[in-house]
T-cell receptor, first 116, second 112 residues
Framework: DVKVTQSSRYLVKRTGEKVFLECVQD?????MFWYRQDPGLGLRLIYF???????EKGDIPEGYSVSREKKERFSLILESASTNQTSMYLC???????????????FGPGTRLTVL | DQQVKQNSPSLSVQEGRISILNCDYT??????FLWYKKYPAEGPTFLIS?????DKNEDGRFTVFLNKSAKHLSLHIVPSQPGDSAVYFC???????????FGTGTRLTVIP
């Protein structure tokens, strides 16, 4: 079974703080993703990475950066947290670019971030 | 611009009856579709998928139907169980792409 873990389930930070969210997958997947989920807006893609040290912007990259130094680990960084970044953050991974099932994304449990 | 739409934010169904969740898309380049189920405070879990070369895929109580001409897919759950109560997201993958496009979700409540 694919396992995607996230460093924290719940996190409370103050406005202006630098925040690191860590994600690790154990299935040697090439692709990793960061989403945020907000009520009524579904899942919105922040960034994704298809290889070590490679990254691509998603739909809402502003205010975020990412780091992928190792294949299994993908970090999301909020350089200066703001209250509008209060959200559920979800990490996912998928095997490789290809057809069909190789693109199925497997999600971690999520991190509920509150910025005060 | 939302390329994958779930126009019903919520659905209530009696236990034992059929639940039908709908999803519409606008991008004709989508060729693979997935349904995810999400419980509160958990990440989405993959439920079932369908390739654009098929019009139906079945897995136990779950069946996904794809109507390419109408750019519409639906998830049928028969019979519905209280444990099926969750938010369901449909997602679509464009040809040659890595990233999924998600709908906004439908909250299903199965009433015992």
């Amino acid at each position: 079974d694919v396992k995607v873990t996230q460093s924290s389930r719940y996190l409370v930070k103050r406005t202006g703080e630098k925040v690191f969210l860590e994600c690790v997958q154990d299935m040697d997947h090439e692709n990793m993703f960061w989403y945020r989920q907000d009520p009524g807006l579904g899942l919105r893609l922040i960034y994704f990475s298809y290889d070590v040290k490679m990254k691509e912007k998603g739909d809402i990259p502003e205010g975020y950066s990412v780091s992928r130094e190792k294949k299994e680990r993908f970090s999301l960084i909020l350089e200066s947290a703001s209250t509008n970044q209060t959200s559920m953050y979800l990490c996912a991974s998928s095997l490789i670019l290809g057809t069909g099932s190789t693109n199925t994304q497997y999600f971690g449990p999520g991190t509920r971030l509150t910025v005060l | 611009d939302q390329q994958v739409k779930q126009n019903s934010p919520s659905l209530s169904v009696q236990e034992g009856r059929i639940s039908i969740l709908n999803c519409d898309y606008t991008n004709s380049m989508f060729d693979y579709f997935l349904w995810y189920k999400k419980y509160p405070a958990e990440g989405p879990t993959f439920l079932i998928s369908i390739s654009s070369i098929k019009d139906k895929n079945e897995d136990g109580r779950f069946t996904v139907f794809l109507n390419k001409s109408a750019k519409h897919l639906s998830l049928h759950i028969v019979p519905s169980q209280p444990g099926d109560s969750a938010v369901y997201f449909c997602a679509a993958l464009p040809t040659g792409a890595n990233n999924l496009f998600f709908g906004t979700g439908t909250r299903l409540t199965v009433i015992p």
